[in-house]
């Protein structure tokens, strides 16, 4: 794509599923983790097992920080647990501990099995980089500086904005815009002259609750249509499809 610098100061880059194929590996580790966890809670309450699902996935975790994750697919199964503590051991009933749970799952997915890059996506990070375009990632992983670190493409952006970020500066996750306005105010570019490229419904509604002038929404899933509707300006399979 032909970045336009009469329009655009800045790009920010959702990172599962935009710049790196983990998005497959945290989908595995969800499905793992809450099947695994509704099966224990029907053997002991007699309640029947229904398994997480690929749309699960998509309408209640996707993109979304981990804990927002587990608390809105546990409530639309009609399962409230408390939210116990961020350092809670994995094995403890709540909200953070079963989060705590899916990341172990994903780290060892990610240690064991590296991580893919999309090729497109980060060929165009590089010539942003080279050309002295600002450029952010914006996710709402805690892992995200490790699977940047393993890919190997961390140093092409001038700032990180992630779970940790979020955090620490207690930022509200996807859908709500807080992580892509912060990235923008660290970058100091006004969102009116940035770009966000998303491939969730939460991130591109998050981009455009934000104000930014372009949202691509990337449509790795067969989601085109539910990323329209969520605001996405374009919508493309892949950041190569955005031509010259």
Known sequence: MRFDR?????????????????????????????????????ARTGEPFREFTPEDYKNF??????????????ESRGIHLPAGAPDDPPDRETIYGLGNRKNELVLELIRTKGVEVYESSVEWARHLHQTGVKSAVVSASKNCEEVLKVARIGDLFDRRIDGVVAARLGLKGKPAPDTFLEAARELGVDPKRAVVIEDAISGVEAGVAGGFSLVIGVDRKGDAESLRAAGAHIVVPDLADLGE
Request: without cysteine; charged residues 35%; glycine residues 10%.
């Open 6 to 42: 009469d329009k655009y100061d800045a790009v920010l880059f959702d990172l599962d599923g935009v710049l790196t194929q983990t998005a497959k590996l945290h989908g595995a580790a969800w499905k793992e983790m809450f099947d695994r966890y509704l099966r224990e809670r029907a």
């Open 61 to 74: 975790v996707d993109g979304k920080l981990r804990q927002d994750g587990v608390r809105g697919f546990l």
